[in-house]
């Protein structure tokens, strides 16, 4: 294996539990966030993570800390998109767009890539999404404005959508875009 295809992590604690991030060094490539899990003990690194991990795991922190963090816009030149196809990218590239403390569905994601009667693969597409929180899987919601799935679980989901609410009306504080899907 290549220096360069080798995956590093970097554990740290957030006030919903224990989250992860995996990443190659060179060039640096984001592959994978793990959300917040209270179960893990003993989590230790004896090592220095990539500074770009750092940083990312500092706007993590502050995203579960309740700071209104405008996440960095994920770009695929920084991000291992691994094997996903072109749809699949649009399905997170339109998610992206929703705005911190708003929600959207599953419906809309579909329409906004062209696929209206999609919305099956766009929940199937978000359910296997390796960068949440970059990728603001848990903001969409079913047409009904019920919950769905989750890979964190509907709890953490719920928790993460009250979190932001929370966040907004604490601070006053405004959307970059209010032209949400």
Same mark, same amino acid.
Request: one cysteine or more; aromatic letters at 12%.
């Given at each position: 294996?290549?220096?360069?295809?080798?995956?590093?992590?970097?554990?740290?604690?957030?006030?919903?539990?224990?989250?992860?991030?995996?990443?190659?060094?060179?060039?640096?490539?984001?592959?994978?966030?793990?959300?917040?899990?209270?179960?893990?003990? #003993?989590?230790?690194?004896?090592?220095? &993570?990539?500074?770009? !991990?750092?940083?990312?795991?500092?706007?993590?922190?502050?995203?579960?800390?309740?700071? &209104?963090?405008?996440?960095?816009? &994920? @770009?695929?030149?920084?991000?291992?998109?691994?094997?996903?196809?072109?749809?699949?990218?649009?399905?997170?590239?339109?998610?992206?767009?929703? $705005?911190?403390?708003?929600?959207? @569905?599953?419906?809309?994601? !579909?329409?906004?890539?062209?696929?209206?009667?999609?919305?099956?693969?766009?929940?199937?597409?978000? !359910?296997? #999404?390796?960068?949440?929180?970059?990728? $603001?899987?848990?903001?969409?919601?079913?047409?009904?404005?019920?919950?769905?799935?989750?890979?964190?679980?509907?709890?953490?989901?719920?928790?993460?959508?009250?979190?932001?609410?929370?966040?907004?009306?604490?601070?006053?504080?405004?959307?970059?875009?209010?032209?949400?899907?």
């Amino acid at each position: 294996m290549k220096k360069d295809q080798i995956v590093h992590h970097f554990i740290f604690q957030t006030n919903f539990g224990y989250s992860a991030i995996f990443y190659k060094k060179s060039p640096f490539l984001l592959t994978r966030i793990i959300l917040p899990e209270t179960n893990h003990k #003993n989590k230790r690194q004896n090592y220095k &993570p990539h500074q770009k !991990a750092i940083i990312i795991s500092k706007s993590i922190i502050d995203y579960f800390n309740g700071v &209104p963090v405008h996440m960095l816009k &994920p @770009s695929w030149e920084w991000l291992d998109a691994g094997e996903l196809t072109e749809l699949q990218k649009s399905v997170y590239s339109a998610t992206v767009k929703i $705005p911190y403390g708003k929600l959207s @569905s599953y419906k809309k994601i !579909a329409q906004a890539i062209n696929r209206p009667n999609a919305y099956r693969f766009v929940g199937a597409t978000l !359910a296997k #999404n390796p960068f949440p929180i970059l990728i $603001p899987c848990h903001r969409v919601i079913r047409s009904n404005n019920t919950i769905g799935q989750f890979a964190g679980g509907k709890n953490l989901k719920i928790k993460m959508i009250e979190l932001e609410r929370d966040t907004v009306k604490k601070f006053n504080f405004k959307p970059l875009s209010s032209n949400h899907l």
